[in-house]
């Protein structure tokens, strides 16, 4: 099985950045994971949102093949904690499906054609974040999520 993360643009941030590295290096240790950055649409001043989102969709939808899983990381999605995170991530993995994609948005969110495909949403809190910073966020609570499954001390609850 494979975790992979796809996002739109990139972080631009450093200190993210090097966030991101420190927990994709740290998931190598449990799950095949990568992580793949789309282009920021092109022109996308001259666009309204909403054909931002069918375009950012459509490079989404390039990557995603019949039979792979697709969650979003959406405000409207469901809210775990980290135990219970860590439940559906063992669930997803039981599943023997081959590719498993989480996709972070841009700052529109997403076109009704991956609301559509989508298997599910997720939220990672009431509050709102950038979509740069989700990212690091979200590779945390992976991580968190496959040491709480295999019993390690990074989780203390």
Known sequence: MRFTLICI???GQDYLEKGEKVYLERLKHYIKTDKIELPDIKNAKSLTSE???IKEGEQF???IKE???VFLLDEKGKSYTSEKFADFLQKTMNTG???VYFLVGGPYG???AIYQRADAQIRLSDMTFSHQMIRLFFLEQ???GLTILKGEPYHHS
């Open 9 to 11: 643009g990139k972080t």
């Open 61 to 63: 939808l390039k990557h």
């Open 51 to 53: 054909e931002i989102k």
């Open 142 to 144: 992976v991580y968190r």
């Open 97 to 99: 499906v081959r590719n």
């Open 110 to 112: 997403f076109s009704e």
């Open 67 to 69: 039979g792979d899983k």
